[in-house]
């Protein structure tokens, strides 16, 4: 039994209190090198600001003529300004956690493509499936 805590030899490493600071580890860098700054929280907001304000700009000035692809664009700023979110103000990354944010994360992100997609082809066969195709097919029912 070579135990240190057993036999009351705490502070075998020479920190004074026990916790083993000296044998290599850094415990005060549990964030994996993510370091929160004032400077990453102004880089978060400029890049938040100009992520918001070019789609406002391509929709009020209406840059794009086509809506539909004005959307499409604007849903890829979107998704962007959510990435930017994550990682400059929700300090996510592959590491934090031991990778179980980044899981979570992906889970979250399929549940709700099944979701938005599910509901989006209801919306679009609700019409077909809710309308009777013709005059005569509506005489018909009872």
Do not use: C
């Not at 938040?48 to 406002?56: E, G, N, R």
């Amino acid at each position: 039994m070579s135990d240190p805590h057993a036999h009351g030899q705490h502070g075998q490493h020479g920190d004074g209190h026990g916790h083993g600071h000296g044998d290599g580890h850094h415990d005060d860098d549990d964030d994996h090198g993510l370091h929160i700054s004032m400077k990453g929280y102004v880089t978060g907001f400029i890049l938040s600001v100009i992520l918001t304000a070019i789609p406002f700009w391509l929709v009020m000035g209406k840059v794009i003529e086509s809506p539909s692809t004005t959307s499409f664009v604007i849903l890829a700023f979107a998704a962007v300004q959510i990435v930017v979110h994550m990682i400059y103000f929700l300090h996510l990354n592959a590491q934090s956690e031991g990778g179980w944010n980044m899981l979570a994360l992906i889970f979250t992100i399929v549940l709700v493509v099944i979701t938005l997609s599910g509901s989006l082809w209801v919306m679009f066969h609700l019409n077909h499936n809710m309308m009777p195709a013709s005059m005569h097919e509506m005489r018909n029912m009872p």
